[in-house]
């Protein structure tokens, strides 16, 4: 039985907008901002096919593909229907902690085995 259904694709960039006007040109689809006072994010729902979003990342580090030393950089949000119930089975299988003791929060930021991190993000 899994444990949650994959929510979205998070790429981090220096700028969304523009990054998901670039993918909004390539797969379809129409951004939609979405501000917090800090970090910038832009959704974009891909017409059949996944949604992707696309956060600020000012000091971002390109990816140099392939290069070992310079790996791919992004991370999953993962939706649940309880954060508790899925928070127990993603630590049993190896999960790492990186930001989750803010249990008011509607997600919780963990690192998988390999050290890529992923959010469980409640339904």
């Known amino acids: 039985m899994a444990l949650a259904k994959l929510g979205v694709v998070v790429l981090d960039c220096p700028d969304p907008r523009a990054l ?23 959704d974009l729902e891909v017409p059949g096919g996944p949604a992707l979003a696309f956060q600020a990342a000012p000091d971002h580090v390109p990816p140099r593909w392939p290069s070992p030393e310079h790996s791919q950089q992004f991370h999953l949000d993962l939706v649940v229907e309880d954060l508790d119930t899925a928070e127990k089975g993603v630590l049993a299988l190896g999960a790492k902690p990186l930001d989750a003791e803010d249990r008011e929060r509607t997600f919780r930021v963990y690192a998988d085995p390999a050290g890529h991190p992923f959010c469980l993000c409640a339904a």
């Open 20 to 42: 998901a006007g670039f993918y909004a040109e390539v797969l379809g689809g129409t951004p939609a901002v979405q501000t917090d006072g800090q970090d910038e994010w832009v």
